[in-house]
């Protein structure tokens, strides 16, 4: 399993034959994806170009029902414990929505509803995309997770500090932060490292990280 981080919270995987792109909005889409996943319909995790760029012949979208619209092409939507299979690699949708993070008082930037994370699984292997989320009590029970996607930034999502407790929680093989503004990834891999076994790795836009 290849993954490449194209910037934000968006991702390239290759695994179990297929090529998937998660949360599309930056980067280079130069291949056609099978499978393209949104976790919800802000123009940072579903931008109509870029789906249109990574889409060919066959690629399923797998979003909210709220992007259809969006993108102008129609999508398959997981509810939070529903999957989907393609060939050898299961997506699985998982909740995200913030607890702490809020637009105005009372109204979160992420309701519980609008978006998911996805866990996908393939070789043997299983990456879990977080999506735009606060640490929640359903992250506890996600286990034997290989590589964690996880926003760090801030603002609308996890800072440095939720971002180290959610991950020490799910206890990954290996972490990486993304959805970075202007926090320092350094510090939430201090913060990781310094409490548990999780391994946390560092990428720059472009990078690959091997599975």
């Known amino acids: 399993m290849k993954l490449k981080w194209l910037g934000h919270a968006s991702w390239k995987l290759k695994a179990g034959g297929k090529i998937i792109y998660i949360d599309p909005y930056q980067g280079d889409y130069d291949e056609k994806a099978d499978v393209i996943l949104a976790s919800h319909s802000h123009s940072d995790h579903c931008e109509p170009s870029k789906v249109k760029a990574a889409s060919g012949d066959g690629t399923v979208v797998v979003a909210p029902a709220d992007c259809a ?66 640490y929640i009590p359903e992250m506890d029970e996600l286990k034997d997770v290989d590589v964690l996607l996880i926003p760090s930034g801030g603002t609308y999502t996890m800072d440095n500090e939720d971002a180290a407790e959610a991950t020490v929680a799910i206890n990954p093989k290996t972490a990486i932060p993304v959805h970075i503004w202007d926090t320092d990834p350094r510090e939430y891999k201090k913060k990781v490292e310094a409490a548990s076994d999780v391994k946390v790795v560092i990428l720059k836009p472009g990078d690959t990280f091997d599975l």
């Open 69 to 134: 619209d969006k993108i102008g092409a129609p999508v398959r939507s997981l509810k939070p414990g529903e999957k989907a299979e393609f060939g050898e690699v299961t997506v699985k949708a998982v909740e995200a929505y913030n607890v702490k993070r809020f637009r105005s008082p009372g109204v979160p930037f992420h309701p519980r509803g609008l978006g998911v994370g996805y866990v996908v699984k393939a070789e043997g292997k299983k990456v879990y995309h977080v999506g735009d989320s606060d």
